[in-house]
């Protein structure tokens, strides 16, 4: 039996103390990496529930749209960790946008419900995130900006999910004669 409202209360905990702890500028990226197979205690890609993934997907739009902030979705392994973007975030930063339509079993149950409710959603092979939230080990880490910057979370489970978070900043060049802001 799932607890939706457990999930619910972890997944809403999360991100506000993320948010507050990321400290990102308006008009950011976060990428959002998800196995809903590991919120529910299981192997990554055994168990996807689309139930939980239309849980927690309005969580992380509301939240994020509360502080300006737009997200992408990176689907599973079988789509080689490809992202679901906003068409317009991808024209900004000039990715390159592959032909895929994620489904639950190929791209993961998350990812599939992002872009079936996105208003122009378009996949492409590589995103370039201020931020990232791994729920489960999903390895979202190649999809953030370099340089990234581990944040510990203490709300950091979402049922039997680990969440991993960074965010990026920029590199620091020049030696020692540098100034940094």
């Not at 990496?33 to 529930?49: P, R, V």
């Not at 592959?98 to 996105?118: D, I, N, R, W």
């Not at 122009?120 to 390895?139: Q, R, S, T």
Request: glycine fraction near 8%; charged fraction near 20%; include cysteine.
């Amino acid at each position: 039996m799932i607890d939706f409202e457990l999930l619910r209360s972890q997944t809403e905990k999360m991100l506000d103390e993320f948010f507050e702890l990321a400290a990102l500028n308006a008009g950011a990226v976060l990428a959002i990496g998800c196995s809903t197979s590991a919120i529910l205690g299981k192997k990554i890609g055994s168990a996807g529930s689309t139930d939980v993934a239309q849980l927690i997907y309005p969580i992380i739009i509301n939240k994020a749209a509360e502080q300006n902030i737009n997200v992408v979705f990176q689907c599973c392994e079988h789509l080689n960790r490809a992202v679901v973007v906003d068409h317009k975030i991808a024209l900004e930063q000039h990715l390159e946008i592959v032909s895929v339509v994620p489904k639950p079993k190929a791209g993961g149950a998350l990812a599939s419900l992002a872009y079936q409710t996105m208003n122009d959603p378009v996949v492409v092979e590589f995103a370039k995130a201020d931020a990232g939230i791994d729920i489960g080990g999903v390895l979202i880490g190649m999809h953030i900006r370099h340089v990234a910057v581990p944040l510990k979370l203490e709300n950091n489970y979402i049922g039997e999910a680990r969440i991993v978070a960074a965010k990026s900043r920029p590199k620091l060049i020049g030696g020692e004669r540098a100034q940094y802001q």
